[in-house]
């Protein structure tokens, strides 16, 4: 019977079964049977398996293949594969093609077809047609793909972006060997205090709200239509937020395919700053590694066999306080993790979406309450993500009729703000640690405002709010930038009033004495420690959440296991 009480063969074969071979549920394995390995982490991380569609297909040989490939255009005619070039290839490209096709277990018979790219094209006028633009509007083309009108200089950054993806896609997937410094650009791994805005669709504060208090302030980019807006609500013009990106003030985040930005306003952010822009393969990796290092059940590193041992492992708790959250992990993690690998290659960071904390906190929160929170949670969570991998504060979209704050704080519990006790309380509000700083918020000269507040007063903001647990410093101190703001400002009517609360798991031990957690690490804690790993199901898969908890290998986790078995049984 399955869950609901339903038969399983009937749910099987009237709910479940896809078109294929045929398949049957038994009750014994018949003789002379013979099994399938499941899938290594490698093979998954390669998209061995996939069902992938032509587009996709496209997507992954493209970006195996050199940048001189005359590679054009892929369609599947008939059960046949046909690959459009630009020029006849020489013997020794053939090889690689053949070898890009092998490596994706593409073995169907395939035709290739010289074509020029201003060949007139049935249903459009030139052969640049780019049939790839429209299927999936959050994946990302290949850079060969890209439309004529992107600039160089960010066709440049985005196939180093693509390139870094190609490299380290299988390392990431497959091991834990990957850290921030591995991933983000020096600009973006600086020590000096930063916070996240999200001006993607959300109206936008005044960016003076921020100036005095960060060293940089990183912007998720506005989508093309939404550029003006943000601007205005940031109470800047372009050239001045291009000064402030030149000063080091402002970086971007690019979460979404870059042709859904304004690629213009891109090329003269780079201009001016090189290093001010993060585009969307660096951001879900890091993504994903510091969610990892928070919640390693959500993105581990292990095959198909090891992922089902972490799922016996929640379907075994029993204990009446912690089954229903168990249970619900259990069911988002055995849907999460189907096709998890093809959604990150296909759609960068928006992938991430539905595979990290928000859906999790959806399942979550619908078992204990009957409420279905998901798509506020799932779209409120991937700020929060890109702002802990970023290690910056975040500042959820407040507006008249609608606030992502309460959302955004649910998320971000599952980083810190949890208390480490035996009862968990997965809906606890991310703890508010400093309130009451004056910030600005009008229209005085923004350039001004910026060279008014040293380096020097923001990092000393910075380090007591962050490292010191003495209110009395702390307050003397939001006095004294109070006291800086109210000189600046004289009147008191155009300033506003700040809560500010930090992402970082460091901050909020460091102010409560370490009695927070991480809320992924105590349910991963929770569940280990009611399972003997030996015994019970995959070691290996258990080891390895081990490790990631204790920012260390499986190997390790495994010897010392079985060294204090061995002292107790000694």
């Avoid at 030139?126 to 009108?149: C, E, H, M, Q, V």
């Avoid at 010191?468 to 003397?476: F, G, L």
Wanted: proline share 6%; hydrophobic share 40%.
């Amino acid at each position: 019977m399955t869950s609901t009480g339903k038969p399983l063969v009937d749910w099987f074969n009237n709910e479940c079964r896809i078109v294929g071979s045929p398949v049957s549920l038994v009750k014994k394995i018949p003789e002379g049977a013979a099994r399938i390995p499941e899938r290594t982490a490698i093979e998954l991380s390669l998209l061995h398996g996939e069902p992938l569609t032509i587009s996709e297909v496209y997507r992954e040989v493209s970006n195996s293949l050199p940048r001189q490939f005359p590679l054009l255009r892929m369609t599947s005619p008939k059960g046949k594969l046909i690959i459009e070039i630009g020029r006849e290839l020489s013997n020794e490209e053939i090889v690689e093609l053949e070898i890009a096709l092998s490596n994706y277990k593409i073995d169907i018979e395939y035709e290739l077809n010289v074509q020029s790219d201003d060949t007139p094209q049935e249903g459009s006028q030139k052969r640049n047609f780019n049939p790839y633009i429209g299927l999936d509007n959050l994946a990302l083309l290949p850079s060969r793909a890209l439309p004529s009108t992107i600039p160089s200089k960010i066709r440049e950054a985005y196939r180093e972006d693509e390139e870094f993806w190609i490299d380290h896609r299988v390392s990431l997937l497959s091991s834990n060997e990957l850290g921030r410094a591995d991933i983000l650009p020096r600009a973006f791994l600086g020590g000096a205090s930063s916070c996240l805005i999200d001006a993607t669709v959300f109206d936008t504060n005044n960016i003076r709200t921020y100036l005095p208090i960060y060293h940089r302030i990183i912007i998720a980019m506005p989508l093309k239509e939404c550029l003006s807006k943000a601007l205005h609500g940031m109470g800047v013009s372009k050239y001045e937020i291009l000064e402030l990106v030149s000063r080091g003030r402002i970086q971007f985040i690019l979460p979404q395919p870059v042709q859904r930005y304004d690629v213009k306003f891109i090329a003269d952010v780079l201009n001016a700053n090189a290093s001010s822009i993060l585009l969307s393969r660096k951001l879900s990796i890091a993504s994903i590694v510091e969610t990892r290092s928070r919640i390693p059940f959500l993105y581990p590193a292990l095959g198909t066999y090891d992922k089902r041992a972490i799922l016996e492992a929640f379907a075994s708790v029993n204990d009446p306080k912690m089954a229903r959250i168990a249970q619900a992990i259990g069911n988002n993690l055995g849907s999460a993790w189907v096709g998890m690998e093809r959604n990150i290659s296909t759609r960068g960071a928006m992938g991430n979406m539905t595979h990290g904390v928000g859906p999790l906190l959806g399942q979550i929160v619908t078992q204990i309450t009957g409420r279905d929170l998901t798509l506020e949670l799932t779209t409120s969570a991937m700020p929060v993500e890109w702002a802990a991998a970023l290690h910056s504060t975040y500042f959820p979209f407040e507006g008249k009729n609608y606030s992502t704050y309460p959302h955004a704080s649910l998320c971000a519990s599952m980083y810190s703000g949890v208390r480490n006790s035996p009862t968990v309380n997965p809906i606890k509000d991310f703890q508010p640690f400093v309130s009451g700083i004056l910030t600005l918020d009008n229209d005085a000269p923004i350039l001004e405002v910026d060279s008014a507040f040293s380096p020097r007063d923001i990092k000393q903001l910075a380090d007591i709010l962050n490292h010191t647990s003495d209110e009395e410093d702390r307050q003397a101190l939001i006095d004294k930038t109070n006291e800086k703001i109210r000189q600046y400002e004289k009147n008191s009517a155009r300033l506003n009033r700040l809560d500010i609360f930090s992402l970082g798991g460091a901050a909020a031990g460091a102010l409560t004495g370490n009695i927070y957690l991480p809320l992924g690490i105590w349910i991963a804690q929770y569940i280990l420690s009611k399972s003997d790993p030996s015994v019970d199901f995959g070691g290996r898969a258990l080891d390895w959440v081990r490790g990631v908890n204790a920012y260390t290998s499986a190997d390790v986790v495994l010897l010392s296991r079985v060294r204090n078995k061995i002292n107790r049984n000694s």
